[in-house]
């Protein structure tokens, strides 16, 4: 993972993926689009069930056949050349759905935390009404986090980062280009008329010298930014290598399929090679159970490609409520983005596109230059 708030929400994905044992199809997608790219000519004929996403900025796409899908991608990321370089460069744009207003959220929560450690004092000798006081705190306290905003507007910002792969050199540029955006002109009519809030905390770039920070995988904390390149490149030798991971897990309760769903996610953002990556496509195909896929899908940059989705509970725990979708290029197998999207929503709750990844030799250089 890139930045510190995808490890957020795979996290909670992992525990919503957990819960997911079916994909809950509210409709059918027409089949009225299309794609150019080698993927596109393994589309089925045969219209699937697929969830209604409703993202902002996406196409509808076509349904398609996920097992073959990844078989074809399999087949062209084995044909992309390898390639080095000193540093792994990445540039990405996240956009968050504004939850709160911080300044007003923050004094909320100091005035909740102040109260309840009054009413902790007072009752320190009492414990049956200081449990009772407890429950209450926390019944508050969640009310406090799930309260929406009467408006829908999302808080974008771009990080580029250069991470050496053999040292703790490095780079990242975080904070740059951030935008409030509002879903329609009346949710920003309603920001207004609620006094126009500043709805973004820290807005100035910010510049750090050494190894970024963050992991590769939040569910494979052995899988280091060192070692990823030495991954098994063929499809055997990945698929008994990530199941020794799921294996060693601790928490055993996010199934096998989905497992593969979130770690081929986290690998595709990563360096690794393009044998690495043919083969992981070959194990999420032998993984399809309770994925879809759709071509021409839209990302953040308008770039089309194909959609590989779950679904999972929403914060209530009602199943099939919340989509996670992964987009990858159907001309060259590589991810485009991430979105996590919450059903009848006309705005991700998080949309993670991958502007550019790749290998470069300086510090300050970007792959193309």
Do not use: C
């Amino acid at each position: 993972m890139t930045k510190r708030r995808p490890l957020i929400v795979m996290a909670a994905a992992a525990a919503g993926l957990a819960a997911a044992t079916a994909i809950v199809v509210p409709r059918l997608v027409s089949q009225d689009a299309s794609s150019s790219g080698p993927i596109a000519a393994q589309r089925s004929e045969v219209r699937t069930p697929s969830v209604d996403a409703g993202a902002k900025s996406t196409t509808t796409g076509t349904v398609a056949n996920t097992r073959t899908i990844l078989l074809a991608a399999a087949k062209v990321a084995a044909e992309e050349p390898i390639t080095s370089g000193k540093f792994w460069y990445s540039r990405v744009r996240t956009a968050d759905m504004v939850d709160n207003v911080p300044d007003e959220y923050l004094a909320k929560v100091k005035a909740l935390l102040t109260e309840w450690k009054a009413k902790e004092a007072e009752l320190k000798d009492k414990p049956a009404e200081l449990k009772a006081a407890k429950n209450e705190f926390d019944e508050t306290f969640r009310a406090l986090k799930m309260a929406k905003l009467p408006y829908t507007a999302t808080r974008g910002d771009t990080a580029e980062s250069w991470r050496s792969l053999k040292d703790a050199t490095g780079r990242s540029v975080t904070n740059q280009d951030v935008k409030i955006e509002f879903a329609t002109p009346e949710d920003e009519a309603k920001w207004k008329q609620a006094g126009s809030p500043r709805l973004s905390g820290n807005d100035q770039p910010k510049t750090k010298e050494g190894a970024p920070e963050g992991i590769i995988s939040i569910d494979n904390p052995t899988l280091t930014w060192s070692n990823i390149s030495k991954l098994p490149t063929d499809k055997e030798g990945l698929k008994a290598k990530l199941h020794g991971l799921y294996a060693d897990r601790s928490d055993k309760s996010t199934p096998l399929a989905l497992y593969m769903w979130q770690t081929g996610l986290d690998l595709l953002a990563a360096p690794i090679t393009p044998g690495t990556r043919a083969a992981l496509y070959q194990v999420l195909a032998d993984s399809t159970s309770g994925l879809t896929s759709q071509t021409g899908v839209a990302d953040g940059m308008n770039r089309t490609g194909v959609a590989l989705e779950t679904t999972g509970p929403n914060d209530a725990g009602e199943p099939g409520k919340i989509t996670y979708r992964m987009i990858f290029d159907d001309k060259t197998a590589k991810l485009l983005e991430f979105d996590v999207i919450e059903a009848g929503a006309s705005t991700p709750l998080l949309r993670e596109t991958y502007e550019a990844m790749g290998y470069v030799d300086e510090l300050g250089a970007k792959p193309g230059q």
